[in-house]
C-alpha cells in the first residue's frame, strides 16, 4: 500500500469516527440509548473504522410512572415482532388488551409470556407483578435482575466528550487530506521532471 491509499484510507477512517460521534451527541437527550465507542486499527487496506456498544450504565431518572422499568443489573425481556430481546430500560405504555407495550411496540415479557395487567398494577424489585395483593406475573429477566419502577435510564453519552472527538476526528481528516495533496503534488513534479529530463 503506498502512502496515498493509506492517506485515503485515514481519511474514510476519520469520517466514519466523526459519523459514530455525531450519532452519539444527537442521542445525548435520548432515554436508554448506548453510546457507541469508535475504535480505528491499521488492516491491510489501511485504516479502517469500527464501532462498539459502549454497554456502561447511565443514571437512573425518576419518572413516577409504574410502568416506566429499568434495570440497575441485568436486564428484561420483551417480544420483538416475535422475537425475545433484552432491553435495560422502557417506557411501557397498557394496550387495549392490557399489555405492556414500548413506544417501539414490544411487548414487556413475563416467563409465561406477554404481561397482562390493569392500570393498578405494580412492579417490585425482583420483577413480581401485582394487582393490590394478587401476583399477575413474573416477568422474564436475565439472572440477577433488580428492576426499578418509576424511572428510566438516561444516555450514557457525555455531549463533551463527543465533541472533542468530533473535531479530533475532523482534525484528523484534514490532515490526512493535506498529506494525500502533498503527495500528489510530489509525484506530479516527479512525472513533470522526469518528462523534461527526457526531452
Known sequence: MDGMELMASAMHAAQARLDVSADNLANVSSTGFERHLARTSL?????????????????????????????????????????????????FELDNAGRLRDDRGRQLLGRNGPVVVRPEATIDARGVVRDGDVVLARLRMAPGTVV????????????????????????????????LVALDDTRSKAVNDVVRVKA
Open 43 to 91: 488492516s491491510a487496506n489501511g485504516l479502517v473504522t469500527s464501532r462498539q456498544l459502549d454497554t456502561e450504565r447511565a443514571s437512573l431518572r425518576h419518572t413516577g410512572r409504574n410502568f416506566d422499568l429499568a434495570t440497575t443489573s441485568g436486564a428484561l425481556f420483551v417480544d420483538d415482532r416475535g422475537r425475545s430481546s433484552a432491553t435495560r430500560s422502557g417506557s
Open 148 to 179: 426499578e419502577s418509576g424511572f428510566l435510564e438516561a444516555s450514557n453519552v457525555d455531549a463533551v466528550k463527543e465533541m472533542v472527538d468530533i473535531l479530533s476526528a475532523q482534525r484528523a481528516f484534514e490532515t490526512a487530506q493535506k498529506t
